[in-house]
């Protein structure tokens, strides 16, 4: 069973950062694409970004060019660099695979970005 502990969130004011992290336990994940998801209340998980095994990414166009997946597959973590937040970046960040709901690991609690001044 792999347990996803993602980290890292906090208050920061629009324009500011914060860096996320995700540690992948009971797997080694180096082979799978890995992909940051949020929540915002009231709205549906949406994807934000994925890393494939090979270390491209994709994002979805909202964050491009202010958020960077990153990761480190011996450390079993992928990492989510948020630069220039603004508010309606508001919403609980999780990690898990990337691809269908049936191939994804069980979620974890995600972390709370808040983005207000």
């Known amino acids: 069973q792999v347990q996803l502990v993602e980290s890292g969130g906090g208050l920061v004011q629009p324009g500011g950062s914060l860096r996320l992290s995700c540690v992948a336990s009971g797997s080694s994940f180096g082979a799978y694409a890995m992909a940051w998801y949020r929540q915002a209340p009231g709205k549906l998980r949406e994807l934000v970004a994925v890393i494939f095994s090979g270390g491209s990414t994709n994002y979805v166009d909202s964050v491009k060019g202010r958020f960077t997946i990153s990761r480190d597959n011996a450390k079993n973590t992928v990492y989510l660099q948020m630069n220039s937040l603004k508010p309606e970046d508001t919403a609980v960040y999780f990690c898990?695979?990337?691809?269908?709901?049936?191939?994804?690991?069980?979620w974890g609690q995600g972390t709370q970005v808040t983005v207000s001044s």
């Open positions: 898990n695979r990337n691809g269908p709901s049936t191939s994804r690991w069980s």
